[in-house]
């Protein structure tokens, strides 16, 4: 609506200048109808400021609307903005409210030594970087643990599994949304590994969990029935290339966004050093070759390149 308003005005304007040039014409177009030189005169610079006038006022109308029209864009983002954030609201609400029916993580049973281990003393600050009421965070779809394929259907809205961006790798984790840096999600679901030599997928999926710097278990999410969507999540290529990063929780990990990602972008993080040298054969000053001294947005990632 503005837009056509602007051009109406601006086809105004050409109208008005057509004017201004008929009202400078040569003097003898005027002088064949017998107009005195001094109405002449007059008659020109009253027309000539009236002219101006009205150029002013569309310049002035003109500049009204764009401020207004940006004014209304601005409301625009903010609804929008507050319709997402009523959303998420409610979808949390429901969340705490629907009865579940599954396990949550902390359900899982551990062993004797293993809980006693859990529930004894306090962790280490690096493994407490647990999320606040004022975070943002991004909820799993409920579903009920050790159900078929149950990796798949954990998928939040906004987040799918497509090809990745990494040749051969497979299948990778895209947002169809923005997410800004700072938005947590997860827990990492998998099965409790006791024994290294028990794992799944020789360790492929498996988060060690460590308590004061030792590692009390492993959580390994090589079941697609006992795992959640986090298990498709890529490890970057390089430091550029990362955008989330794990980190402990107390017995948990859980991811954060570092960089915010714009809709139709794969989320990226960092698996570790053994498998960068070992699958990725990158050595540090080769992955970290954009490393300016700032990790993104971290909290917790800037040993990666130290």
Not at 84 to 108: M, V
Request: glycine fraction near 6%; include cysteine; hydrophobic fraction near 35%.
């Amino acid at each position: 609506m503005f837009k056509s308003k602007v051009k109406m005005l601006g086809l105004s304007s050409v109208v008005l200048t057509a004017l201004s040039l008929l009202a400078v014409s040569d003097r003898t177009t005027f002088a064949q109808h017998t107009i005195p030189e001094e109405h002449y005169v007059k008659m020109k610079t009253t027309l000539e400021t009236e002219i101006q006038q009205m150029k002013s006022t569309i310049n002035n109308l003109n500049l009204m609307l764009r401020i207004l029209s940006r004014k209304l864009d601005l409301k625009d983002i903010e609804v929008r903005a507050l319709r997402d954030s009523l959303d998420k609201t409610k979808q949390k609400e429901q969340w705490e409210h629907q009865e579940q029916p599954y396990k949550k993580p902390f359900e899982q049973k551990y062993d004797e030594k293993t809980r006693h281990r859990i529930k004894r003393g306090g962790w280490d600050e690096d493994e407490l970087w647990c999320y606040t009421k004022n975070d943002d965070v991004i909820m799993d779809n409920p579903v009920g643990w050790n159900t078929p394929d149950r990796a798949y259907k954990t998928f939040p809205p906004g987040l799918r599994l497509s090809k990745s961006t990494i040749p051969n790798a497979g299948s990778g984790v895209f947002t169809d949304v923005f997410i800004p840096a700072g938005v947590y999600f997860g827990p990492y679901d998998g099965d409790i590994i006791y024994r290294w030599a028990n794992n799944y997928n020789d360790g492929e999926y498996a988060f060690n969990i460590y308590k004061h710097g030792r590692i009390i278990f492993y959580r390994d999410a090589g079941p697609l029935d006992m795992s959640n969507w986090t298990r498709f999540l890529n490890c970057g290529r390089d430091f550029m290339e990362l955008n989330a990063e794990a980190v402990q929780c107390r017995e948990h990990v859980y991811f954060r966004t570092i960089q915010d990602i714009k809709p139709g972008s794969e989320l990226f993080f960092f698996y570790g050093w053994n498998y960068a040298r070992d699958t990725l054969n990158m050595e540090q000053e080769f992955f970290c070759k954009g490393f300016n001294g700032t990790f993104h947005q971290s909290i917790a990632s800037e040993w990666i390149c130290q």
